[in-house]
Structure formats: structure tokens, C-alpha cells
T-cell receptor
Framework: GQQLNQSPQSMFIQEGEDVSMNCTSSSIFNTWLWYKQEPGEGPVLLIALYKAGELTSNGRLTAQFGITRKDSFLNISASIPSDVGIYFC?????????????FGTGTRLQVFP | DVKVTQSSRYLVKRTGEKVFLECVQDMDHENMFWYRQDPGLGLRLIYFSYDVKMKEKGDIPEGYSVSREKKERFSLILESASTNQTSMYLC????????????FGPGTRLTVL
């Protein structure tokens, strides 16, 4: 099955540092999504991107939808301990009447005080 | 508050057993999904359903089946569990297309001995 390439696989950073992660695909998507999964929980949507070139912010998070529609990145500024978790990108495909998501392999983020 | 619940957080089964994983959503969503999550592989779609009694194969359906008899409930069935089905299983639901957010349950960690 199709998968998205996400990097880096893991990051260990100090509190206050900025974080950047990205996702690439061989296929075009019309929507890119970024999810965060905290330990012991299911993923939760952080940001949705609907247009090529779009740059969207949600607090300290900024995400961009690549111009080619084959990539996206997520930046976290001034990281804090509660940013710890696994971050997943996802590209959306329409199938029948359903928005099916293809997920990236995930970036595990650890933040040290 | 939207909610997706899964019947068990942890499950231990023996090889060859029939295993049922249950998922219930209270949002009156049309679409429901089953994923498995493995380190380094992200979330991979097993099956999904866009209506009662309707089901579609995802990317890794082999060894699994599903049942959707009621709108709010989506069951994942392992007919004869094998050790390579040891994984975290996540259920999700979403509304009509255009509302892209999939809401996830907390996951079931299944160990097959």
C-alpha cells in the first residue's frame, strides 16, 4: 500500500528550540493533514491544509502545503515539554463517499527541560 | 464532546484464537476505519466502512475481516490470530466528505502469543 515518507524519524531537542519535520509523497494529494499522538492516546488533528502553497498556523505550529502537492512540512516554534509525542502527516484521497487518509511513518519528538 | 471508544486498551490472545475488537462512536458519523500502528510504519489502513453493512478493503486487509451492523459500531475480527498481528489497533470515524477530520479512539494494544 501507499505510504508517505516522513522525516526525521525521531528528534531529541531541548525546551525552547524550534522543530521542523517534513513529509513527501510520489503522489499528489488535494489535502494534507498533520496529527499528533500523545502517549496512550489516539492521534488528534493539529492542522489541515487545502490548497497548494497554503501556509497555516495554529499557535506555535505552522504547516505548509507544498506547491507540487507532493509534500508538506510542520514547524513547531519554542518547543515545550507537552509537545512530546508522535507527529504524523497524512494525505487525503477520495474513495466512494469517503475521505481516506494515507499516513506518514511518524516523527517521534522528545523535549528535554 | 466527540467520542470514539474501543472495547479494550490491552488484550493478550493465543495463536489461532478468534479475536474481536469493538469500536463505538457517538457522533453519528457515516465513515469508520480500522488502522494498525507499528513502529517505523505509521498507521496503515486495514478496512473502512462508509455506511452500515458496507465495507472496503484498505491497504493491509489480509488476515482481518470487519462487521458494521449498526451505524455507531464497527468491529474488527481476526479469524485466527497470528503473532505477526501483534500491534496497536486504532479505530477512527469521520463525517461526510469535506469534513476531513478523523476522530480516533485510544487504541487497543493486542499481543498474540
Amino acid at each position: 500500500g501507499q505510504q508517505l515518507n516522513q522525516s526525521p524519524q525521531s528528534m531529541f531537542i531541548q525546551e525552547g528550540e524550534d522543530v521542523s519535520m517534513n513529509c513527501t509523497s510520489s503522489s499528489i494529494f488535494n489535502t494534507w493533514l498533520w496529527y499528533k499522538q500523545e502517549p496512550g492516546e489516539g492521534p488528534v488533528l493539529l492542522i489541515a491544509l487545502y490548497k497548494a502553497g497554503e501556509l497555516t498556523s495554529n499557535g506555535r505550529l505552522t504547516a505548509q502545503f507544498g506547491i507540487t502537492r507532493k509534500d508538506s512540512f510542520l514547524n513547531i516554534s519554542a518547543s515545550i515539554p507537552s509537545d512530546v509525542g508522535i507527529y504524523f502527516c497524512a494525505g487525503q484521497l477520495r474513495f466512494h463517499n469517503t475521505d481516506k487518509l494515507i499516513f506518514g511513518t511518524g516523527t517521534r519528538l522528545q523535549v528535554f527541560p | 464532546d466527540v467520542k470514539v471508544t474501543q472495547s479494550s486498551r490491552y488484550l493478550v490472545k493465543r495463536t489461532g484464537e478468534k479475536v474481536f475488537l469493538e469500536c463505538v462512536q457517538d457522533m453519528d458519523h457515516e465513515n469508520m476505519f480500522w488502522y494498525r500502528q507499528d513502529p517505523g510504519l505509521g498507521l496503515r489502513l486495514i478496512y473502512f466502512s462508509y455506511d452500515v453493512k458496507m465495507k472496503e478493503k484498505g491497504d493491509i486487509p489480509e488476515g482481518y475481516s470487519v462487521s458494521r451492523e449498526k451505524k455507531e459500531r464497527f468491529s474488527l475480527i481476526l479469524e485466527s490470530a497470528s503473532t505477526n498481528q501483534t500491534s496497536m489497533y486504532l479505530c477512527a470515524s469521520s463525517g461526510q466528505p469535506g469534513y476531513n477530520e478523523q476522530f480516533f479512539g485510544p487504541g487497543t494494544r493486542l499481543t498474540v502469543l
